[in-house]
DNA sequence: CCCGATCGTTACGGGTCCGTATCATTATCG
DNA sequence: CGATAATGATACGGACCCGTAACGATCGGG
């Protein structure tokens, strides 16, 4: 079930939920983070730090400092394996869910009203 | 025509494209500065310094900066309004429009692949 | 038990960005 | 003219991020 959608629409809507964003302050997330941040609420856990420089194609302490930043947001935890204490495991908290809810809404609101151009 | 599209697919479509622009690695374009460029590809110039930065709701020389910095990249030029010379018109470039293309072919594609979730 | 491999973090030098305040240039109006 | 307003750019101190390299902690095989 494919989602239709016009590249002129497409650019529209990239555009307002990014002015959105910006407007609202709320956004000081780069795309990296950004990145970081939906892979961690939308694929399954665990997640660990060199996992996600793997899926995201960046070296290991970009991981690092994106999550040092999104965990003074409250956006994050991390938590020692206890079974391989080697690994950290990036979890998820409430304050991050609510911010990822709040951008869901964001895009899905924004995409209804645009119009056919 | 509005454009349906579920949360859960609004999120995974914004997680996909964000991943795409982190890997590709020519997305060192902050929320802000994606706000800038594609207002000034999709309104209708002119577009000054002063207007840019009322319509983001952000002070002036944030505007200038982002402009120093996508000026660089060569997404796009300014000139001096030769009308009133204090202005400066923010002006397209080939680089710029191609950049706005990709991006939009980026969205599109992506959003074609998303499943029914 | 020890040595290599793996994990995440930190150090470093350099760059960009922020917000506030200030600046030079230009226009406008008395 | 001169005073005022408006525009965009710049200076400043502080914060963040980058990529590379090195680090301490931990696991695991010989």
């Known amino acids: 079930m494919p989602l239709e959608i016009r590249p002129s629409q497409a650019l529209r809507l990239w555009r307002q939920v990014h002015l959105d964003l910006v407007r609202d302050g709320q956004a000081d997330l780069s795309a990296r983070q950004t ?21 995201l194609g960046v070296t290991k302490p970009v991981i690092t400092r994106a999550l040092d930043t999104m965990g003074k947001l409250g ?22 869910a609510l911010a990822v809810e709040r951008l ?12 056919g151009g």
């Open 75 to 96: 956006l994050v935890t991390r938590k020692r394996d206890e079974f391989d204490r080697r690994n950290v495991v990036i979890q998820r908290t409430v304050a991050g």
């Open 35 to 55: 990145a970081i941040l939906l892979t961690i609420y939308l694929e399954l856990p665990p997640h660990t730090v060199r996992g996600l420089a793997q899926q």
């Open 104 to 115: 869901a809404d964001l895009v899905t609101e924004r995409a209804r009203e645009l119009g």
